[in-house]
């Protein structure tokens, strides 16, 4: 197992669990149990179904694993496979169910990260921006989508989600629809937060998600609707210099997920220097129910 795997088995700022470490250390690592945990732990804040309370909203900027285990901690003490009221779970996103898992794996000593891209295989012709996890399984990669408890159409196994080709059902990375959208081959105008929401959607928005997804490989796991570097307003035109940054970054994403270790060095090292990509100390927090912009400091 190399480093640049090994390196993913241990916690970042946002997956280490403080207080809560036992919690995780008693969760299974098989990925269907460990999802149905997540689920059980936090509601997504606005595709539940449900009528979710106000006084909890807040929870969705929760940000670090140890601040939404704490407010579960503080309405649930006790193990987190207990039942949970759906209206009584922590509010968060993929980006949340995820991180829960990716903590808990790594706990364990399991090498594991978020994905971040588009998902085919919720609403028939849409697909939205997602976050899956993806874990060193067996010897290899391999990604599970925590959020989904049964088969879905397009989607026969969310355990064990098989890549997938750019337009297709299934989930790919930001990264590879940036490509295939500057080959030529991607109608991107369907890629984004919801069919209701046409400004969150297109070229910016596939250029900000590459942004997040090499944040989140290596172990800057923001929030999804965070801001820094190059990342720009919704629907804004990606200029021509940025579409060719963005070019380089997504072709080495790309071949780093093929397994030239050579480049996911190069693509560290650019993360780390290139202003346009790593975050620094600082982040703009947005909101998604239109509430006012903050700075948030990070944790390192």
């Known amino acids: 197992m190399s480093d640049a795997v090994t390196d993913h088995a241990r916690h970042t700022s946002y997956t280490f669990p403080g207080a ?18 997540a689920r059980n732990v936090i509601v997504h804040y606005r595709a539940s179904g449900e009528t979710l309370p106000e006084a909890t909203r807040a929870e969705i900027n929760s940000r670090w694993i140890e601040a939404a285990l704490a407010a ?10 207990a039942a949970r009221e759906k209206t009584d779970r922590v ?13 808990a794996l790594r706990e364990h000593g399991v090498p594991a990260r978020s994905r971040v891209g588009f998902a085919g295989y919720f609403v028939d012709g849409w697909h939205h921006d997602h976050v899956v996890v993806e874990a060193w ?16 159409p397009g989607l026969e196994h969310p355990m064990n989600l098989e890549f997938d080709a750019p337009g297709g059902s299934g989930f790919v990375t930001a990264a590879t629809a940036w ?5 030529g081959e991607l109608d991107v105008s369907n890629h984004g937060v919801d069919p209701s929401m046409p400004l969150f959607s297109g ?10 997804e090499i944040a989140h490989r290596f172990g800057d796991e923001l929030l999804l609707w ?16 940025d579409a060719t940054w963005m070019d380089e970054v997504a072709s080495m994403l790309v071949a780093a997920d093929a397994g030239d270790l050579e480049v996911e060095q190069r693509l560290l090292e650019r993360y780390r220097n290139d202003p346009g990509l790593h975050p620094g100390g600082t982040v703009m927090q947005h909101s998604p ?3 006012a912009s903050v700075q948030i400091t990070l944790r390192h």
Not at 26 to 32: K, M, Q
Not at 179 to 183: G, I, K
Not at 226 to 241: F, H, L, Y
């Open 137 to 152: 399984i067996g010897g290899r990669w391999q990604r599970f989508d925590s959020e989904v408890e049964a088969p879905l």
């Open 203 to 212: 070229e910016r928005f596939v250029f900000d998600e590459v942004i997040y």
């Open 226 to 241: 965070d801001s820094w570097g190059r990342i720009g307003m919704p629907g804004s035109a990606v200029s021509d210099e």
């Open 289 to 291: 129910f239109g509430e």
């Open 91 to 103: 509010q968060g996103c993929c980006r949340d169910h995820t991180l829960l898992c990716v903590a």
């Open 179 to 183: 490509s295939a959208l500057r080959r």
């Open 20 to 37: 809560y470490c036992s919690l995780l250390q008693a969760l299974p690592t098989a990925p269907a149990e460990l999802s149905a945990v």
């Open 72 to 81: 579960d901690q503080s309405r649930h003490p006790g193990p987190l496979e």
